[in-house]
C-alpha cells in the first residue's frame, strides 16, 4: 500500500479565507446631537468632533460636543425626571423599562457589535460575544432588582440617591454604558452620562434604544464631548453622584474635585494585574489564560494580565508554548471573524504604547514580538512581550494598556505574593495551580478586588468588580453595585 504523506504547516499563523461581518444592516447617522430629556438637542457652541475607525482611519460620524451650558441642561432634565417621575414610579414598572431596554439591546446586538467594533477597533468575535451580551445581561440583571431592593437590603430602608453623573472609557464602551445606567435605573436614580470622546456610537446607539423602550423624558441624558464636558458634569452642583471609570490620573482629579462635597463617588480606575502560572498548572490552559489576559481586546483591559509570573521549573515550557501561541494570533481587520488582535483604539493610544516600547528597551528588558504582518493604514500593535525585566522597571510598574506583557519568575509562593503585590494598583490577578488549597491562600493574600482561579477575564452582571489601592473604589456588578447607588 502507498504510503500518504501529510504536510502540517508549522509556519507562522494560519492561512484562513476572509470571513468579514457585513456592515449593510447598521444604521448611523452623519452626525449625532445630545440627548437630553428625550430629545436630539443642538450642542449650544454648534461645535461637533469626528469619531473615526481606528482601523482604516476613516471617518464614520460627526458627535456633538457638549459644553458647561449643555451639561447644565442635561442635569436640569435628570433632577425633573427624577423630582416628577422616577423616584415617584411604583419600582415594578421602573423594572419594565429596564427589562425593555435589555431586549431591545438583544434585538439589535448585530447592529451594536458591528458599531462597536468600526469605532473602537475591536474584534468582531468579542464584540459580538461578550460586549452586546453581556451589556444586555446587566440591564436583565438589574431589571430584576428594582423592586426587590428592601430584599436585597432587609431592615436598612433604601433611598435613592438622585441624579447621577457617569463617565466612561473607551475600552467597552456599550458595557461601561450598561454596568452604570442598570443599577442606577433599578435603585431608582435619574442619569446623566458622558461616554469617552472617541468610541461614543454605541452610547448614542443606547439613547435611540432609550427612547424605544419609551423611558420617561430625561431619566437617562447622553451628551457626548471630551474632558472638559466629563469636568463639567463632576463639577456640576445638583450632581448627587459620580460613577467614573477610566485612568487613575482622572480619577485622583475627580477625587480632589468633588472633595467637601455632598456628591458620593465610584471610582474604577487603572491596573496592572498579575498572572501567576504554577509549575502544577495545566500548562496549555494556563497559556490561553495569557493569551487571553494580555492580548484581549489589543490589551485595553483596565484588569489586563500585563505582568506575568512563571514558576521557575517550568519558565522554558512555558515561554516555548507562549511564543508559538502568539504566532497564530491573527492580527488585522476587526470586522474579520478570525481576527483575534484588532486596531489599537487610537492614534495617541498606539503613542502611548509605542513609548513604552522604547522604555522596556532602555531599561534593558528583551522584546518579543509575534512576526505577523500589519495593515498598512490604520494604529496597530504586534503582540509584545518582555522578558529580563526587573520589579522597580517601568513597565512592571506602570499601566501600558496595550498588548504588552512584562515576563518575571518566582521560586516560592512567598516571593511571588511579594512580588505581585508590589505595583500601586489593585484591580485584578490570575492564579493557575492545579490545588485548590493553594489557590485560596493566594486569593486571601493578593491585593486585588478580582482574582480568577485557572481562568481569566471572565464577566458575569452578578459578581462585583472593583478595585484596591489606586485602582479605586466601590463596586460595579452583584449587590454591591446596587448599594454605590442607595443610601440608608
Ligand atoms: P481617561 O482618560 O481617564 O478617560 C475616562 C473618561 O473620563 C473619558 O470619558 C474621558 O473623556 C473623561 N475625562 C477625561 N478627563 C476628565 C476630567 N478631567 N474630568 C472628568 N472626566 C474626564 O481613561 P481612558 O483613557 O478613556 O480609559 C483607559 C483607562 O480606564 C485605563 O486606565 C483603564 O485601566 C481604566 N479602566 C478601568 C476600569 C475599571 O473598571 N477599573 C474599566 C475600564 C477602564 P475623553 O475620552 O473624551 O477624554
Ligand atoms: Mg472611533
Known amino acids: 500500500m502507498a504510503k500518504k504523506t501529510i504536510k502540517i504547516n508549522f509556519d507562522t499563523g494560519w492561512d484562513l479565507a476572509p470571513a468579514p461581518e457585513s456592515t449593510g444592516h447598521i444604521?448611523?447617522?452623519?452626525?449625532?446631537?445630545?440627548?437630553?430629556?428625550?430629545?436630539?438637542?443642538?450642542?449650544?457652541?454648534?461645535?461637533?468632533?469626528?469619531?473615526?475607525?481606528?482601523?482604516?482611519?476613516?471617518?464614520?460620524?460627526?458627535?456633538?460636543?457638549?459644553?458647561?451650558?449643555?451639561?447644565d441642561k442635561a442635569v436640569k432634565a435628570a433632577r425633573k425626571a427624577y423630582d416628577t417621575v422616577w423616584s415617584k414610579m411604583p419600582a415594578k414598572e421602573r423594572g419594565k423599562y429596564i427589562y425593555r431596554i435589555a431586549r431591545l439591546i438583544q434585538e439589535k446586538a448585530?447592529?451594536?457589535?458591528?458599531?462597536?467594533?468600526?469605532?473602537?477597533?475591536k474584534p468582531i468575535r468579542e464584540s459580538r460575544d461578550i460586549d452586546i451580551p453581556l451589556a444586555a445581561a446587566h440591564f436583565f440583571y438589574y431589571a430584576g432588582w428594582a423592586d426587590k431592593l428592601d430584599y436585597a437590603f432587609p431592615n436598612r430602608k433604601p433611598k435613592s440617591l438622585g441624579v447621577a453623573g457617569q463617565i466612561t472609557p473607551w475600552n467597552f464602551p456599550l458595557l461601561m454604558a450598561a454596568w452604570k445606567i442598570a443599577p442606577a435605573l433599578a435603585t431608582g436614580n435619574t442619569v446623566v452620562l458622558k461616554p469617552a470622546e472617541t468610541t461614543s456610537l454605541t452610547a448614542l446607539k443606547l439613547a435611540e434604544v432609550?427612547?424605544?423602550?419609551?423611558?420617561?423624558?430625561?431619566?437617562?441624558?447622553?451628551?457626548?464631548?471630551?474632558?472638559?464636558?466629563?469636568?463639567?458634569?463632576?463639577?456640576h452642583n445638583d450632581i448627587d453622584k459620580i460613577a467614573f471609570t477610566g485612568s487613575?490620573?482622572?480619577?485622583?482629579?475627580?477625587?480632589?474635585?468633588?472633595?467637601?462635597?455632598?456628591?458620593?463617588?465610584?471610582?474604577?480606575?487603572?491596573?496592572?494585574?498579575?498572572?501567576?502560572?504554577?509549575?502544577?498548572?495545566?500548562?496549555?490552559?494556563?497559556?490561553?489564560?495569557?493569551?487571553?489576559?494580555?492580548?484581549?481586546?489589543?490589551?485595553?483591559?483596565?484588569?489586563?494580565?500585563?505582568?506575568?509570573?512563571?514558576?521557575?521549573?517550568?519558565?522554558?515550557?512555558?515561554?516555548?508554548?507562549?511564543?508559538?501561541?502568539?504566532?497564530?494570533?491573527?492580527v488585522g481587520n476587526p470586522l474579520d471573524k478570525n481576527t483575534d488582535i484588532g486596531a489599537i483604539n487610537?492614534?495617541?493610544?498606539?503613542?502611548?504604547?509605542?513609548?513604552?516600547?522604547?522604555?522596556?528597551?532602555?531599561?534593558?528588558?528583551?522584546?518579543?514580538?509575534?512576526?505577523?504582518?500589519?495593515?498598512?493604514?490604520?494604529?496597530?500593535?504586534?503582540?509584545?512581550?518582555?522578558?529580563?525585566?526587573?520589579?522597580?522597571?517601568?513597565?512592571?510598574?506602570?499601566?501600558?494598556?496595550?498588548?504588552?506583557?512584562?515576563?518575571?519568575?518566582?521560586?516560592?509562593?512567598?516571593?511571588?505574593?511579594?512580588?505581585?503585590?508590589?505595583?500601586?494598583?489593585?484591580?485584578?490577578?490570575?492564579?493557575?495551580?492545579?490545588?485548590?488549597?493553594?489557590?485560596?491562600?493566594?486569593?486571601?493574600?493578593?491585593?486585588?478586588?478580582?482574582?480568577?482561579?485557572?481562568?481569566?477575564?471572565?464577566?458575569?452582571?452578578?459578581?462585583?468588580?472593583?478595585?484596591?489601592?489606586e485602582s479605586g473604589f466601590g463596586r460595579e456588578g452583584g449587590l454591591h453595585g446596587l448599594k454605590d447607588y442607595l443610601r440608608f
Not at 110 to 121: K, Q, S
Not at 212 to 229: Q, R, Y
Not at 259 to 285: P, S
Not at 441 to 458: P, R, V
Open 346 to 469: 487610537s492614534k495617541e493610544q498606539l503613542q502611548v504604547i509605542n513609548k513604552y516600547l522604547k522604555i522596556g528597551q532602555q531599561e534593558g528588558a528583551e522584546m518579543y514580538q509575534s512576526n505577523c504582518t500589519l495593515p498598512k493604514k490604520g494604529y496597530w500593535c504586534k503582540p509584545t512581550l518582555f522578558t529580563n525585566v526587573s520589579q522597580s522597571n517601568r513597565i512592571v510598574q506602570e499601566e501600558i494598556f496595550g498588548p504588552v506583557l512584562a515576563v518575571q519568575t518566582f521560586r516560592t509562593v512567598a516571593e511571588v505574593i511579594e512580588k505581585a503585590n508590589n505595583t500601586p494598583f489593585g484591580l485584578s490577578a490570575g492564579v493557575w495551580t492545579d490545588k485548590g488549597s493553594k489557590l485560596f491562600n493566594m486569593t486571601s493574600q493578593l491585593n486585588a478586588g478580582i482574582i480568577w482561579g485557572n481562568t481569566f477575564n471572565k464577566f458575569d452582571p452578578t459578581s462585583p468588580f472593583g478595585g484596591y489601592k
Open 110 to 121: 448585530r447592529e451594536f457589535a458591528v458599531i462597536e467594533t468600526l469605532d473602537g477597533g
Open 210 to 235: 432609550i427612547q424605544e423602550a419609551g423611558l420617561p423624558d430625561g431619566v437617562v441624558n447622553i451628551i457626548t464631548g471630551a474632558g472638559e464636558t466629563g469636568a463639567a458634569i463632576v463639577n
Open 27 to 71: 444604521q448611523l447617522n452623519e452626525k449625532y446631537d445630545l440627548f437630553i430629556g428625550g430629545k436630539w438637542v443642538k450642542p449650544s457652541s454648534g461645535k461637533y468632533f469626528a469619531t473615526i475607525n481606528p482601523a482604516d482611519e476613516k471617518k464614520l460620524a460627526m458627535i456633538a460636543e457638549a459644553n458647561e451650558k449643555d451639561v
Open 248 to 330: 487613575t490620573g482622572v480619577g485622583k482629579i475627580i477625587q480632589n474635585a468633588i472633595a467637601g462635597t455632598h456628591k458620593k463617588a465610584t471610582l474604577e480606575l487603572g491596573g496592572k494585574a498579575a498572572n501567576i502560572i504554577f509549575e502544577d498548572a495545566a500548562l496549555d490552559q494556563a497559556v490561553e489564560g495569557i493569551i487571553n489576559g494580555i492580548y484581549f481586546n489589543q490589551g485595553h483591559v483596565c484588569c489586563a494580565g500585563s505582568r506575568l509570573f512563571i514558576q521557575e521549573s517550568v519558565y522554558d515550557i512555558v515561554m516555548r508554548k507562549l511564543k508559538d501561541r502568539m504566532e497564530s494570533l491573527v
